[in-house]
């Protein structure tokens, strides 16, 4: 009797605190220790509690309420001003304290494997450039935090992501994103303040998968997205049994195709692995549901991006693709158009020069945006992930001087604008010729001249003052002009600021 009366206060001593729990008031997990707020715009900070329950959130001098609904809540702080460290207080029927908050600037920081790629070694990747000693400065920059959002699929939007606030040093940094933390450096010398880097990036992946379902519906191009996925979503049952049915003689196929290979030196067949499920593959908006949906109304400065491979191979879509995801990030964050900087793919074998100009052409029609030419951080052009990861934050964070802090500097490489056709010559026009053009190591390279035939042919090019003057002695009557507009394009057409031009051609399809 004794022992059933014992089980029965462990049972209800367990509900009670589960109850307990759950009607306690919680923030959302953005808002934890080494967190870094934005300055001088409006803060919403928000989190879930039991209904009809007040919250109070008590911040620098300020003290905010709010009454739970539906077991969420939100304050809204007024604008801050930079500094800290600084403690904030949540309080309801329990009360939190979160320490060592810093207000300065946040960017967000998001794309494919050269943004998610750390500053510390990655397997199958080659080394960052000066890692070490770019690891041992890490030690400076204790108000440098990194907030990196774990990989999570969702099928519809979700309300938290897992990470956790990480203070820069000469450890930690090690795993940071090296783009990021040299973007974030820059700022932080420019600006003299804190600075927070929300990190969300998955390799591998293409922009639908970062575009929420409802955008990607609403462009007669991106609707196939849609199609496809709910296509594979239908037939995947039938998929996987195919899959399991067929298995043993997948990889029996496999062993042999391996010895082959292997006798022949020659590459080894990928090894056989159940299909995916497409509702845990990202696409269609999954990684927008998981990954960026938990994140809005959190304040922030912008975004830097460096994104492309995946989608290399759909280059006229992602003309539409691209510049869709980043009005519909505008659109569902509320904070205006907001800058947008993002890096331009360097020629490699598998990085087609009609992306590149995709992304050349996102820059031009999407206001407040950036875009980084990197044709000359490659190390080779069979590596998809160069080790000059420096150069490629350091571009990024001088347009963030000028786009987001209105610093009057250069901040672009040259960008075609116009030609003119003056009898077997072509004449070249640019924006962002800074204080004017150049060749870096002797004559120009990289381009090429057509006539009516079309026929590209290599071509010689002279600098005139903001102009460049093309030409070649087999083409009397030129009708196009083309610069490294080849996947393994070389290339050193600059302005006097260092920044190199963007490949470019004028007969655009």
């Not at 955008?215 to 037939?235: F, G, M, R, S, W």
């Not at 039938?238 to 003689?249: P, V, W």
């Not at 003057?469 to 009708?479: K, L, T």
Request: glycine content about 8%; charged content about 20%; hydrophobic content about 40%.
């Amino acid at each position: 009797m004794m022992k059933k009366i014992k089980a029965i206060i462990v049972i209800v001593t367990l509900l009670f605190i589960c109850a307990l729990s759950n009607a306690q008031v919680k923030p959302n997990v953005i808002f934890s220790d080494n967190m870094v707020l934005q300055r001088n715009v409006v803060v919403p900070v928000w989190g879930t509690a039991k209904d009809g329950e007040t919250v109070i959130v008590e911040f620098a001098g300020q003290k905010q309420r709010s009454i739970a609904k539906d077991g969420k809540w939100m304050v809204k702080l007024n604008p801050l001003k930079e500094g800290g460290p600084f403690s904030m207080t949540i309080k309801s029927i329990n009360a939190i304290t979160i320490k060592n908050i810093l207000v300065g600037e946040v960017w967000i920081c998001s794309g494919q494997s050269n943004m998610e790629r750390q500053l510390g070694p990655r397997s199958g990747q080659p080394l960052i450039d000066n890692w070490l000693s770019e690891a041992a400065d890490g030690v400076n920059y204790p108000n440098m935090r990194e907030f990196a959002v774990a990989h999570i699929p969702a099928t519809s939007p979700i309300s938290e992501v897992k990470a956790k606030w990480i203070v820069c040093d000469s450890v930690t940094v090690k795993n940071f994103s090296a783009v990021g933390y040299f973007f974030g450096r820059v700022l932080y010398k420019k600006l003299n303040i804190p600075i927070g880097l929300i990190h969300t990036s998955w390799g591998g992946t293409a922009a639908e998968k970062w575009t929420s379902r409802e955008t990607l519906e609403a462009y007669p191009e991106l609707k196939p997205i849609v199609e496809a996925y709910d296509k594979a979503l239908k037939n995947y049952p039938d998929t996987l049994q195919k899959y399991m049915a067929n298995e043993k003689q997948l990889f029996a196929n496999w062993v042999a195709d391996t010895l082959i290979a292997k006798q022949n030196n020659k590459p080894f067949p990928r090894k056989p692995s159940p299909p995916i499920n497409p509702e845990k593959s990202g696409d269609c908006g999954g990684l927008y549901n998981g990954m960026i949906a938990p994140l809005m109304t959190y304040a922030f400065k912008g975004v830097i991006w460096y994104q492309g491979e995946a989608n290399s191979g759909r280059a006229k879509q992602y003309r539409t693709l691209f510049p869709a995801m980043i009005t519909d990030w505008r659109s569902k964050w509320q904070q205006g158009n907001f800058p947008f900087l993002f890096v331009q793919l360097a020629p490699q074998q598998g990085n087609t020069p009609d992306l590149r100009e995709a992304q050349m052409m996102t820059m031009q029609k999407t206001p407040n945006t950036a875009m980084v030419v990197t044709t000359d951080c490659v190390d080779s052009t069979f590596n998809l992930h160069p080790s000059k990861k420096r150069p490629v934050g350091e571009r990024l964070a001088l347009a963030a001087m000028a786009l987001a802090y209105g610093e009057k500097i250069e901040y672009s490489g040259p960008i075609y604008q116009s030609l003119k056709i003056e009898g077997n010559k072509i004449i070249l026009s640019f924006t962002h010729a800074g204080s004017g053009l150049l060749a870096k190591d002797g004559e120009l390279k990289g381009f090429t001249i057509a006539g009516s035939n079309k026929k590209l042919v290599p071509a010689k090019a002279e600098i005139k003052g903001n102009t460049i003057i093309v030409f070649a002695d087999e083409v009397a009557n030129p009708v196009a002009v083309r610069f490294g507009f080849i996947n393994k394009a070389v290339t050193n057409l600059y302005n006097r600021e260092g920044l190199p031009a963007s490949p470019f051609r004028t007969d655009v399809e």
